[in-house]
């Protein structure tokens, strides 16, 4: 399959810790994008990582890349309430069109 | 626009009807790409267009469903006979470049119930 897979598939903490998640692919890619999803509806663009990088950081998000081992890892650092969301990697491969997206993780920030 | 618009943001219609949803990208962006995404899922790959011209449609699962996107810009998704199984939220994302190698900015998505 070319889908990416995420886990953990579900995450719960507590305010102020950090959260990581990983995705995992079978495939080389050119990029390694992640997104973030509020009540299942519109994704909202978080980091885009290309596959001759290695860390990528925005703000609280740290994205690395491992190419050897095919996997990617989001760090929230900090996290609040407001991250509580959907997360998902979405891979789009080398000499492809389309870009695939995993299953997810939901991560649950508890005040 | 500011963002990508689709419409209508909800859709219920009876099964074996015809359905067109539509979708309006960001001015100037030349990708665009259809989505669906079942409830506990990720969004699953429909179709991509650069410009007017499909450029991969293999994720449209059968002949029911046929997208366009005759000047470039706005693109219409149309489902024939929809089935039950049709339901499911459909995203549409556009993107200033060819292919996803940069930032894609996704629609709030149309709901499609078929019952």
């Known amino acids: 399959s070319q889908q990416g897979e995420e886990d953990p598939q579900a995450l719960s903490i507590q305010e102020g810790e950090n959260a990581t998640m990983n995705c995992s692919y079978k495939?080389?890619?050119?990029?390694l994008q992640w997104y973030r999803q509020n009540s299942g509806r519109g994704l909202v663009h978080l980091i885009l990582i290309r596959s001759n990088e290695r860390e990528k950081h925005s703000g609280r998000l740290r994205v690395t890349l491992d190419t050897s081992k095919k996997s990617s890892s989001l760090l929230i650092t900090a996290s609040r309430a407001a991250d509580t969301a959907s997360y998902f990697c979405?891979?789009?491969?080398?000499?492809?069109?389309?870009?695939?997206f995993g299953a997810g993780t939901r991560l649950f920030v508890k005040a | 626009g500011a963002g990508v618009s689709q419409t209508p943001s909800n859709k219920v219609t009876e099964k074996g009807k015809y359905v067109e949803l539509r979708c309006d990208p960001i001015s100037g962006h030349t990708a665009l790409y259809w989505y669906r995404q079942s409830l506990g899922q990720g969004p699953e790959f429909l179709i991509y267009f650069q410009g007017t011209g499909a450029a991969d449609d293999s994720g449209l699962p059968n002949d029911r469903f046929f997208a366009v996107r005759p000047e470039g810009s706005v693109s219409t998704l149309k489902i024939q006979r929809t089935e039950r199984g049709d339901s499911a939220v459909y995203l549409c994302?556009?993107?200033?470049?060819?292919?996803?190698?940069?930032?894609?900015?996704f629609g709030q998505g149309t709901r499609l119930t078929v019952v």
């Open positions: 979405a891979l789009f491969y080398t000499g492809g069109f389309k870009t695939i």
């Open positions: 994302a556009s993107s200033l470049n060819q292919g996803m190698n940069t930032e894609a900015f």
């Open positions: 495939t080389s890619i050119n990029n």
